[in-house]
Every structure is written in C-alpha cells, then in structure tokens.
C-alpha cells in the first residue's frame, strides 16, 4: 500500500516541477502548437504554446513507479516490492503509444502542419505497439495460472468462454485504438483530457486495491470466496495508476486554462493505451466504456457528425469533437472543461458503483 502513496506523491512531484523546465526547453527550441484556422477562433490565441508535454507525465509516471519500488524495499526490506509484469506491460503500453505520439507530434512542429505522421505510418505504429502488448499479456503465468490478460471478455471481472488468443489481439486493439482516439479527440480544451484521466487513474488505484484486498490468491482468508478476483498482479495496476493520477494532476498545474504547454499526441495517445491496458489487465474491459464515458460520449459526437453529413449532407453539431459545438454555442472555455469534467466525475460514480454493486451481489 505504500508502493500506490509514494507513486503518487513522487509522480506530483515530478510533473510540478519538471513541466516547466521542459515548457522553456520546447519553447527555447520553438517547438509550438498549430492551431487549425478553422477551429473556434478563441484557439488562435493558443498559436505557439509547447506541445509534445505528454513528455512530463510519461517520464514522471515511469520514474514514480520505479522511484516507488526502491524506496519501499528500502524502508522495508522483507517486503516484495519488485515490478511486475503486469505494470511493466502497461507502462510499456503507455511509452510505446507516447512514441508513436511523439513522432507525430514532432514532424507538425518540423513542417508546420496540423497533420504529423501520414494515416498508413500513425496506424502502422500503433497497431505493431498493440500486438506486442496484446501477445505478450497472453503470457508470463503466475503460480496460479493467471497471465496479466484473459481471453475472456470481462465487465467487472471476466464472463463467458474464452474467445481465443486471435481474437483477443484483435479484441484488444479495438481497445487500445478505441481509447487513444477517444483521449486525443477530448484533448480540444485546456486541461480537458487531463482532468477527466485523472478522474479515471483515481477510479483504477481504488479497483486495484479492492481486487488485491478481494484476490482469489486469498480465499481462505475470505468471507465469501465465491466474489474473489482473479487478477494477476491487482496491486501493482493500483501503483501505476497512481503514478499516473499523481503525474497527471501535476501537468494539470500548467496544462488548466490558460495552458502553458499542451500534451499533444504524445500525451493522448499514451493516456487513451495505458487506459486500455489497465482495463485489460484488471478485467475491467467493458466497464471502461462507462468509467472513461466522456471519452466514448466525444469520440461517438465525432462518428454521429461524420455518418450524418456522408448520409444526409446535414451537420447534427455545430462542430465536433462535441467540446467545439458548445464553444460555437457561447460556453467559454472554462465553463466547456468543468461541467465536462462534472460529467466525467459522474461516469467514474456510476462505473464504481457498479463494480462494487457486481462484487456485493455475488457476496
């Protein structure tokens, strides 16, 4: 349990104070955001701010994670504080989409466009990260049998036959594209995605420690062993997240309106995979959908505008992603972030009520 405060606290701490030396280091190099010229033109006034500071948050949540390790072997040295594979593959998964992010990011800022790497080379990145996260959760078993992934699909804990390795690879790049879309595509507002992730990361500590208290590993110690969890490595998701809860309240510091340096692709695209991988990995994968909601409600006002204007030639919004088409309608920015960030807050309630209405109605 020290492992999830220490990741936090030192995660804070490193995005608080790094993110302003990297937004002179971004700024001294003039590496600066593109505004679209048809976006809200409130935006224009954000020409030029860093980008790519997704850079603070995966260095911090890294460094938090393992600073975490050291110094709880360190205060206490009979405990088993090494990582595991479960949170090496999810850290994994967050630097690789960072990567593919970063490249992104860096070849707008070269050739001063608003499109970085083409359509074939962005997905081609992404695609070769998620199957090398999905095929290696499939192994390194523990002594109970269990790998950090399930082919079985899960809700609150995993349902039905297994639906195969082949199809769990695909299951799982849906997820991991779903979720890094749906972060970039909310990442429109200062401080918008960052604040609903934080919300989630927060969710993701609590699940893992209630799966860790409730593991299946412990059963005799159970009150009711037939609501256990069969997770492989629930307590160290919980560390994760909080590192990245704690890494990403600290960029939320400079990031708030009016931002001082964005994430860009770097940072959603590694926020929306390190989400996809802790739903994975502490089987949770369908109840993402409600507790990153604001996520799904975005990346759905993006799809029902496309399929609207293709199919009738009619726009149902003003402007999508659905953030824009409330600034168009007069919201000011800041008004846009908090009641979107309400709505997040109220996604993250109902998807923790349920996981813990799903273990009390099988208790």
């Known amino acids: 349990m020290k492992q999830i405060l220490f990741a936090g606290v030192i995660g804070l701490f490193l995005t608080l104070v790094g993110t302003p030396l990297l937004i002179k280091l971004l700024a001294r190099k003039g590496y600066g955001q593109y505004i679209r010229d048809d976006g809200p033109r409130e935006h224009a006034s954000k020409r030029g701010t860093p980008t790519m500071g997704g850079i603070a948050f995966i260095f911090a949540t890294v460094a938090a994670y393992f600073l975490a390790k050291v110094i709880t072997s360190y205060l206490d040295p009979d405990t088993e504080a090494g990582p595991t594979f479960s949170g090496l593959l ?190 994975i990995c502490s089987r949770t994968e369908l109840l993402m959908a409600i507790l990153g909601g604001l996520f799904v409600l975005i990346t759905m006002s993006v799809v029902i505008q496309v399929g609207s204007f293709r199919l009738t030639g009619k726009r149902v919004f003003r402007m999508a992603p659905l953030q824009h088409h409330f600034e168009l309608k007069g919201w000011s920015e800041v008004l846009v972030v908090v009641r979107f960030w309400i709505i997040q807050g109220i996604c993250v309630i109902v998807g923790l009520g349920l996981f813990y209405a799903g273990w009390a109605a099988d208790k």
Do not use: H
Request: with cysteine.
């Open 90 to 279: 999810v850290l994994g998964l967050m630097v690789g989409m960072g990567l593919v992010g970063f490249l992104d990011d860096y070849i707008k800022i070269v050739k001063r466009r608003s499109l970085g790497l083409r359509a074939k080379a962005k997905m081609a990145g992404q695609l070769i990260v998620g199957i090398g996260f999905a095929v290696l959760s499939l192994q390194f078993a523990d002594n109970r049998g269990n790998t950090p992934a399930s082919t079985k699909l899960s809700f609150i804990t995993d349902f039905g036959w297994s639906i195969g390795p082949v199809l769990f690879v695909i299951w799982a790049l849906f997820m991991i594209l779903a979720m890094s879309n749906g972060v970039n595509l909310t990442d429109g507002l200062d401080g918008l995605a960052t604040g609903a992730s934080v919300l989630v990361f927060g969710a993701y500590t609590f699940i893992g420690v209630w799966q860790f208290q409730e593991s299946c590993a412990n059963a005799l110690t159970l009150t009711n062993p037939g609501a256990c969890y069969e997770v492989r490595d629930p307590l160290d998701l919980a560390v994760v997240a909080s590192a990245l809860m704690g890494a990403c309240l600290g960029f939320l510091w400079w990031n708030t309106s009016p931002a001082k340096i964005f994430m860009g692709d770097t940072g959603s695209l590694a926020l929306g995979g390190v989400l996809a991988g802790l739903a």
